[in-house]
């Protein structure tokens, strides 16, 4: 819905038109059975388990060797590009290991230089909510692959993080 907009004062004098775009929320649960975890910054357990459905599967990041130096990240390559409107993260259930995220896109490849990744949402986790936290972003956005960064650390380890899900909400994009 495109609304034009514009100000007139008491001397009959306009402003120029301004047009705001509203969109309608769509948004369904994006299959995942396609996406692949195209990169990741370390893992000890499975960066596939964020994406099977299982609470009790979780990924996380390497802590028995190498750094445990935030940030780190998990990269996904959609399959197509996706109109994105809303993500989803729940807490790894016996340890809370997240806290700051952050979702970057590109329409590139999973492996682009970081000035081409764009910030289109970042979410504080809620430390005491292990159920689902759904995170509507300020407006949707079209990308094929979404990087997924953990900036802090959570309240149950300071050095390491982990997920149990992450779902992102929204509707396939045509191309054009």
């Known amino acids: 819905l495109a609304i034009r907009t514009y100000i007139v004062d008491i001397y009959g004098n306009s402003s120029r ?16 059975s396609k996406w692949i975890v195209a990169d990741k910054s370390s893992q000890s357990a499975k960066a596939e388990n964020v994406l099977d459905g299982d609470i009790n599967t979780v990924w996380e990041n390497e802590w028995s060797s190498g750094t445990h130096v935030f940030p780190h990240y998990l990269t996904f390559d959609l399959g197509s590009k996706k109109r994105i409107e809303k993500a989803e993260f729940t807490h790894r ?36 909510n292990k159920n689902p936290q759904t995170y509507t972003l300020p407006s949707p956005v079209n990308y094929r692959y979404v990087k997924l960064v953990f900036t802090t650390p959570g309240t149950g380890d300071t050095n390491n993080a982990a997920l149990a899900e992450f779902v992102l909400y929204g509707q396939d994009v045509s191309e054009e």
Do not use: C, P, V
């Open 93 to 128: 259930q016996n340890k809370i290991e997240a806290r700051g995220l952050e979702l970057w896109g590109n329409n590139k490849s999973a492996k682009a230089a970081s000035h081409e990744w764009t910030l289109f949402g970042s979410y504080d986790m809620d430390q005491s």
């Open 17 to 32: 038109t301004r047009i705001t775009q509203f969109y309608k929320m769509e948004s369904g649960k994006l299959d995942r």
